[in-house]
């Protein structure tokens, strides 16, 4: 069936979804859906499309435990202690702040600033 053939699109009410596989060396490796709410007018259909294909390679490569070591809690808090650092930011095209990670030995990137002020 055409349908519900990987990589077809269909539509749940407000929500996009999609079935994709992943194969590696032309044998399968994982099945996996990608799922994102849709809303008009707030985000394009191809950039809806992209994030339920991201959606689903992340649980495809989550099968595999590629980076594994990611959806360790403990792992990623010793991590961010030993390489991150949190701080204010603020998104210089729309002014809105937040608190963010970035690298410690990086700096941040356009469209972020760095805020003094977090209100």
């Given amino acids: 069936?055409?349908?519900?053939?990987?990589?077809?699109?269909?539509?749940?009410?407000?929500?996009?979804?999609?079935?994709?596989?992943?194969?590696?060396?032309?044998?399968?490796?994982?099945?996996?859906?990608?799922?994102?709410?849709?809303?008009?007018?707030?985000?394009?259909?191809?950039?809806?499309?992209?994030?339920i294909k991201s959606a689903a390679l992340i649980r495809c490569c989550k099968d595999l435990g590629v980076a594994?070591?990611?959806?360790?809690?403990?792992?990623?808090?010793?991590?961010?202690?030993?390489?991150?650092?949190q701080e204010w930011t603020e998104n210089v095209t729309s002014q809105r702040k937040a608190q963010l990670w970035r690298k410690k030995d990086e700096e941040w990137l356009w469209p972020y600033k760095r805020s003094t002020f977090y209100k």
């Fill in 1 to 51: 069936d055409q349908r519900n053939a990987p990589g077809t699109k269909q539509w749940y009410q407000r929500r996009v979804r999609g079935e994709y596989a992943l194969y590696a060396h032309e044998r399968f490796v994982s099945q996996a859906v990608g799922q994102v709410a849709f809303y008009t007018g707030n985000q394009s259909y191809s950039d809806a499309t992209e994030k």
């Fill in 68 to 85: 594994s070591e990611l959806w360790d809690k403990r792992w990623a808090e010793q991590w961010r202690a030993k390489y991150g650092i």
